[in-house]
Nanobody, 124 residues
Framework: QVQLVESGGGSVQAGGSLRLSCAAS????????MAWFRQAPGREREFVAS????????NYANTVKRRFTISRDNAKNTVYLQMSSLEPGDTAVYYC?????????????????WGQGTQVTVSS
């Protein structure tokens, strides 16, 4: 099994920044794609960003491009999400997800392992 533990969520005012972390442990696939999704109340879970193990190729949702940066530390099996210029619309529970392989995956059903989520609240 693979365990994913997110941290770094919290409350911030619009225009502020937060950095989320997600540490993977257990039988983590040696080559994998790691991603962040988010889910606001009453809405479906949506893709935020992903990054591959090989080449650190990143992919972003249009709504967060140029504001969020995804990165990873393979030695620590950890993925990060640096969020800047936060807006009230970014308020959601943020989830970390992992899928084996190097793929472009933007839908929740494509990911095999999930964390419990961390709350991000942005006030105006």
């Amino acid at each position: 099994q693979v365990q994913l533990v997110e941290s770094g969520g919290g409350s911030v005012q619009a225009g502020g920044s937060l950095r989320l972390s997600c540490a993977a442990s257990g039988r983590t696939p040696s080559v994998n794609t790691m991603a962040w999704f988010r889910q606001a109340p009453g809405r479906e879970r949506e893709f935020v960003a992903s990054i591959t193990y090989i080449g650190n190729s990143a992919n972003y949702a249009n709504t967060v491009k140029r504001r969020f940066t995804i990165s990873r530390d393979n030695a620590k099996n950890t993925v990060y999400l640096q969020m800047s210029s936060l807006e009230p619309g970014d308020t959601a529970v943020y989830y970390c997800a992992v899928v084996p392989g190097t793929i472009v995956a933007t839908t929740p059903s494509q990911y095999r392992y999930w964390g419990q989520g961390t709350q991000v609240t942005v006030s105006s």
